[in-house]
Every structure is written in structure tokens, then in C-alpha cells.
């Protein structure tokens, strides 16, 4: 079974690698939606795959790191793409949360990635 929690952040950065003129060179923000999937047996005594207030717990610290900040100063997202920060976000998480399944990441509503690591 995979459960999920939905988590909010916002964030500026901008694209140091993209050529000049483009309009992600200069520094800009994103409402960030992070949804992180967690997968495991049903445990029958419980009723749950994991207790959602033990995954809030784990990864609200991690989303705290970068909200309101700006990613070109947080060490591992100098080039802060969308594919770069949900990468440094699953090498955060999975440490916390070993049932950790995959990681939704929309910079916008209409755009993001999806990492399996």
C-alpha cells in the first residue's frame, strides 16, 4: 500500500547554468508543493502503513530548511533546479523514512518532477 502527505513551502532561487537572457537566470520564487510517498505493508493491528504525524515529524524540519530561504545559499542546491531539489530532498528524507517510495515536487501548479530515487 503507499500513503501520502502533502507539504508546502515557499522559495526563491535562480538558474545560474541557463543561458543569459533566459528568465529563470534571475532570482525569482516558486510556492513549492512536496508530496512524499511512503510505502508498506498494512500493519492489521493498527489499521495504518505509518503513523502521518511521524512523517510530518520527520520531514517538516527538512522543508523548514528551505522555506523563505533561497536555494543558491543552502549547500548541495547551487543550481537549484526543480530535478536538483527534489533529489536533495529524497537524500534528506530517506535517511528518516526508510519506506520512503517516491517524491512529487511542483515548482507550479502546471510543473514539477517525480523522483523514485
Known amino acids: 500500500m503507499i500513503i501520502f502527505k502533502q507539504f508546502s513551502f515557499d522559495s526563491a532561487h535562480f538558474l545560474p547554468l541557463v543561458p543569459d537572457g533566459h528568465k529563470c537566470k534571475g532570482i525569482h520564487g516558486h510556492t513549492y508543493q512536496l508530496i512524499v510517498y511512503i510505502e508498506g505493508e498494512l500493519d492489521p493491528k493498527i489499521g495504518w ?22 536555494f543558491n545559499d543552502i549547500e548541495g ?5 526543480c530535478e536538483n531539489v527534489a533529489v536533495w530532498l529524497w537524500n534528506k528524507i530517506k ?16 510543473s514539477g518532477v517525480i523522483y523514485e530515487g
Not at 49 to 70: E, Q, R, T, Y
Request: charged share 25%.
Open 77 to 81: 542546491l547551487e543550481n537549484p533546479t
Open 49 to 70: 502503513v505509518m503513523d502521518f504525524a511521524v512523517l510530518k515529524d520527520a520531514v517538516n524540519p527538512i522543508v523548514d530548511m528551505l522555506d523563505h530561504k533561497l
Open 95 to 110: 535517511p528518516l523514512v526508510p519506506q520512503l517510495k517516491k517524491i512529487e515536487l511542483h515548482e507550479t501548479p502546471t
